[in-house]
């Protein structure tokens, strides 16, 4: 088997630095789940206090659901910025991995060119990220091989 040279550093670097900076979430996300755990917190306070001094049973309840309504707004709100901050790393994964956006739309190349690690059990594209810059070797066929989950190799588009 020959030896490839597949992807180079700077290539990899360039990608490392299309990937967005300043942490997961903004400002304004920040301050908008603080808000939002707050109102939560003071439907919550409120509807302890009120169920507190309720004189029926009634009364209790109805300032309970007045609490629950304060537990289940902040957790939405807590769902929400924990989904956007997956978004934010899911963006700079495909932006360090150079991850197209819609792998379907990704070119199949020609089957007999596939590499491998030196001693690797995957198989993988020319072009993959995970050996780019890396010593690889060319593979007529896959054979007993693993293909590579990222680039998926064999896989028509």
């Known amino acids: ?3 490839v040279a597949v992807g180079t550093r700077a290539a990899v670097r360039r990608a490392a630095d299309a990937a967005p900076v300043g942490g997961l979430w903004a400002r304004t996300d920040l301050a908008l789940v603080v808000g939002a755990n707050a109102v939560g917190l ?4 409120t509807g302890w206090l009120g169920s507190s001094d309720a004189l029926t049973l009634n009364a209790g309840v109805d300032w309970l659901k007045v609490g629950i309504v304060g537990v289940i707004f902040a957790g939405v709100c807590n769902g929400l910025f924990l989904l956007r901050g997956r978004r934010a790393v899911g963006l700079a994964r495909r932006a360090v991995l150079g ?3 819609d ?3 990704v070119v199949v190349e020609d089957e007999v060119a596939l590499v491998a690690r030196p001693g690797s059990r995957r198989v993988h594209r ?3 990220p995970m050996v ?4 690889v070797e060319a593979v007529a ?3 007993e091989l693993i293909p590579c989950e990222l680039c998926r190799p064999g896989v028509a588009g």
């Not at 003071?42 to 306070?45: A, E, H, P, S």
């Not at 780019?132 to 010593?135: D, H, I, L, N």
Request: charged share 15%; glycine share 8%; with cysteine.
């Open 42 to 45: 003071v439907l919550i306070v």
């Open 141 to 143: 066929a896959a054979g």
């Open 132 to 135: 780019a810059g890396k010593p």
């Open 103 to 105: 792998r379907r739309a």
């Open 126 to 128: 020319p072009a993959c």
């Open 1 to 3: 088997m020959t030896t």
């Open 99 to 101: 991850v197209p956006r």
